[in-house]
């Protein structure tokens, strides 16, 4: 069982930077893709970023694309979400999952563990 605790979110105006972080329980951690997910007020869950296990390869959303960088961390067990250029409609929680098997970046049911999530809040 993979715990994942999310940390770095906060209230940030629009154009700041926030950096979250998403700190898995096992060593195991290497073995997992990870993603992170948002989901604003009245609205789906929704995808954000992923990275491959190997960290070889990320995938982002159309709107997050050249502002949002997904990282790794192996030896600290631990995911980043660098968010810059921050806008109010990034305004959500954050969720981090891992996901042990093949790699679908954008589909939640393909993730095995999730964190509790963290509020980012983007003021005009």
């Known amino acids: 069982q993979v715990q994942l605790v999310e940390s770095g979110g906060g209230l940030v105006q629009a154009g700041g930077s926030l950096r979250l972080s998403c700190a898995a329980s096992?060593?195991?951690?290497?073995?997992?893709?990870m993603g992170w997910f948002r989901q604003a007020p009245g609205k789906e869950r929704e995808f954000v970023a992923a990275?491959?296990?190997?960290?070889?390869?990320?995938d982002y959303t159309d709107s997050v694309k050249g502002r949002f960088t997904i990282s790794r961390d192996g030896a600290k067990n631990t995911v980043y979400l660098q968010m810059n250029s921050l806008k109010p409609e990034d305004t959500a929680v954050y969720y981090c999952a891992a996901g042990r098997n093949n790699y679908y970046p954008a589909f939640e049911d393909k993730y095995d563990y999730w964190g509790q999530g963290t509020q980012v809040t983007v003021s005009s």
């Open positions: 990275i491959r296990s190997s960290g070889a390869g990320t």
């Open positions: 096992e060593h195991t951690f290497i073995s997992y893709h």
